[in-house]
T-cell receptor, first 109, second 115 residues
């Protein structure tokens, strides 16, 4: 039941773009995206609601495909500070929260 | 605005001992969550409170874990007795249902090592 994220890990050079996907086996009400740096707590980035409402953060955007039960996080012109592990968090109507499997992202100078 | 506070930050205990963690959410946040995060994995929800009532504790190992949120503010999570597999970071988060978004704010976590 845990949402599956892909890729599991990605390495980028500064300025490159990346896409992280989150797929659920359940119909989703909302998708949240978080970034967690090593040894720190997750930090909220973005939320997407069923129906298309979304919020943005820096040069990061996201999409939510309700039919496919998927969300994608787009990081453009990546910076060193983008390094960390990205998690999607999903709710399915009952507001029960489930985090995805995580994607480790490393940005190199 | 002060963030979510947790204590202690680190704890080392032997198996079969008991341990308790404390969390103080952001002022005014009615919803409080406890998560367990094992190294290399995503956070797993243990229990969710709405004010001082339990909304979801389906993944809480109730034979050894307990949690309470008195007066709908602070919360404590207890493990008794601890097992080796309980070694993890325990995260507390809080949120307020603004427009049903439930954006969560996390505390720094408590790193538990069971030896």
């Amino acid at each position: 039941q845990q949402p599956v994220q892909s890729p599991q890990a990605v390495i980028l050079r500064e300025g490159e773009d990346a896409v992280i996907n989150c797929s659920s086996s359940k119909a989703l009400y909302s998708v949240h995206w978080y970034r967690q740096k090593h040894g720190e707590a997750p930090v909220f980035l973005m939320i997407l609601l069923k129906g298309g409402e979304q919020k943005g953060h820096e040069k990061i955007s996201a999409s939510f495909n309700e039919k496919k039960q998927q969300s994608s996080l787009y990081l453009t012109a990546s910076q060193l500070s983008y390094s960390g592990t990205y998690f999607c968090g999903t709710t399915s109507g009952t507001y029960k929260y489930i985090f995805g499997t995580g994607t480790r992202l490393k940005v190199l100078a | 605005e002060a963030g979510v506070a947790q204590s202690p930050r680190y704890k080392i205990i032997e198996k079969r001992q008991s341990v308790a963690f404390w969390c103080n959410p952001i002022s005014g946040h009615a919803t409080l969550y406890w998560y367990q995060q094992i190294l290399g994995q995503g956070p797993k929800l243990l229990i969710q409170f709405q004010n001082n009532g339990v909304v979801d504790d389906s993944q809480l190992p109730k034979d050894r874990f307990s949690a309470e949120r008195l007066k709908g503010v602070d919360s404590t999570l207890k493990i008794q007795p601890a097992k080796l597999e309980d070694s993890a970071v325990y995260l507390c988060a809080s949120s307020t249902p603004r427009d049903k978004l439930y954006e969560q704010y996390f505390g720094p976590g408590t790193r538990l090592t069971v030896t």
